[in-house]
């Protein structure tokens, strides 16, 4: 038998060096704890309640805010999807229309489910070379307000996975002109605002709700985030829903990593994130000898909603090469021990953070440069053209049933091949990230089904489908 614990302590022990989540990094030397056993505890008279902070915990939060510029902040302990799930459901009421980017996380869809709103989608455009979901513009935005009225609330996603960022400040303008809250996931932006060539965060600019995960690119334990509320009248309700949504048994484990966090970016920010920059800075240079692999970079600025993109995310372009994602990160594991964030259809993602060493950027830059060569020469004279291998996205879906309205239905599971025209019962999401391309209550139509066929086959995660081979699919019956 093979005990979770033990793999662990196997894994921590081996050179694999991970591009990839949590922020910490593994990286021991920048951040430490004592015998985590010591210190687990319950709320005992002087450690405070995160329910009803007024000790210890409400200085907690009230750092926060201090060091993010927000009205008040709330740590999180069930990471980044209880902040969504609270964020909604404080800023609508029951059955309100609201305005969603496509892209979101599927806990915004949660929350949308549970709250028996009626969404309004947004579908942010992709680029031509790799099949990444780009920003939103406040002009899109401003169109779809008029057009659509009563939107309560607006939903967006910035930075993306692979660090789009939309402008924030322009849409916010918009947002709060047809009296509507804004609300940004920037779980993948805890990093922004500490220095000046990264992105500015959305808690500046003028979003009303943002949640951010520190563990995804800051040294914190995984589920650590914070929930920024800019809106004082919302103040109340979050307080409430969070009280439902995050665990009444709080780990003072991940409170104090978050503590920790937190005292590290109070003391040392502005050193941590120069030379941070510094290392990124080298690797994007040495990455401009690529002649096959390629590196997204600032180069989509400006296009398609794109107003900014964070350096800290590599999205590694496999378009001139003849192979996928997948095989490129297989061969960064089994020959550099090398593990990145995520492996598409045509690129991979890798995920930096300060914990990150000069040692580690050097390791993958090698990586990469050896790799890029080999396959420069075995590639030479092939008409190998920079063509996309898939598009990500589908006719706009046909909405059926409003996604609470799935919640009760009576369903069966089929296999994906006969679901041609049902409804499914379920949101289907490549994982990660996690935006669903099918959400409960659309209809399956036949380019959904061939494209899973082939994502399936090809070895990717697919959250949502049933049967060990992946080819059922929940349906209302």
Do not use: W
């Amino acid at each position: 038998m093979e005990y979770l614990y033990d793999k662990l302590v196997s894994y921590g022990r081996q050179k694999d060096y991970p591009m990839h989540m949590p922020g910490h990094k593994r990286n021991t030397k920048l951040l430490t704890m004592e015998n985590p056993y010591a210190i687990d505890i319950t709320e005992i008279p002087g450690f405070d309640n995160l329910h009803q902070p007024e000790g210890i915990l409400k200085e907690l939060s009230d750092r926060m805010s201090k060091l993010y510029h927000s009205h008040k902040a709330f740590p999180l302990v069930n990471g980044s999807t209880a902040g969504i799930l609270a964020g909604i459901s404080a800023a609508t009421n029951r059955g309100d229309k609201v305005l969603v980017a496509r892209n979101c996380h599927r806990s915004v869809y949660h929350g949308i489910s549970l709250r028996e709103l009626k969404p309004v989608y947004l579908y942010p455009e992709e680029v031509e070379e790799v099949a990444i979901h780009c920003g939103i513009s406040p002009e899109i935005i401003e169109d779809m307000l008029i057009n659509e009225e009563n939107i309560k609330l607006v939903v967006i996603t910035s930075p993306t996975y692979e660090g789009v960022v939309s402008d924030i400040q322009g849409i916010a303008n918009v947002v709060h002109k047809y009296g509507a809250v804004l609300m940004v996931d920037e779980a993948h932006g805890a990093h922004l605002g500490f220095h000046a060539c990264f992105p500015k965060s959305a808690v500046t600019l003028g979003a009303d709700i943002v949640v951010q995960s520190l563990h995804k690119t800051l040294p914190a334990f995984t589920q650590s985030a914070v929930l920024h509320i800019n809106l004082p009248s919302l103040e109340d309700r979050l307080r409430k829903y969070l009280s439902i949504y995050q665990s009444s048994s709080p780990s003072y484990l991940l409170l104090a990593g978050m503590d920790q966090c937190i005292k590290l970016l109070e003391d040392q920010a502005e050193s941590l994130f120069e030379n941070y920059f510094k290392n990124l800075q080298h690797f994007y240079k040495q990455m401009e000898q690529l002649k096959s692999l390629g590196l997204i970079g600032r180069e989509l600025i400006g296009r398609k909603g794109v107003y900014d993109l964070d350096p800290s995310k590599l999205t590694i372009t496999v378009n001139k090469t003849g192979l996928t994602g997948h095989q490129l990160g297989e061969m960064l594991r089994e020959r550099f021990h090398i593990v990145v964030e995520m492996e598409s259809r045509d690129y991979l993602l890798g995920i930096t953070s300060i914990s990150d060493t000069k040692e580690g950027f050097e390791r993958l830059e090698k990586a990469l440069l050896t790799i890029d060569s080999e396959l420069y020469s075995h590639n030479k004279g092939k008409d190998l053209a920079c063509i996309r291998k898939e598009k990500q996205g589908f006719p706009s879906p046909i909405q059926a049933l409003l996604p609470y309205e799935v919640m009760d239905k009576r369903t069966e599971i089929v296999k994906l091949k006969d679901s041609y025209g049902r409804i499914s019962a379920d949101n289907i999401a490549l994982y990660p990230p996690g935006a669903p391309i099918l959400v409960a209550g659309e209809i399956i139509r036949k380019e959904f089904i061939e494209y899973i066929e082939k994502v399936v086959e090809e070895g990717f995660t697919v959250n949502g489908l049933h049967g060990n081979t992946k080819d059922q699919i929940e349906v209302i019956q």
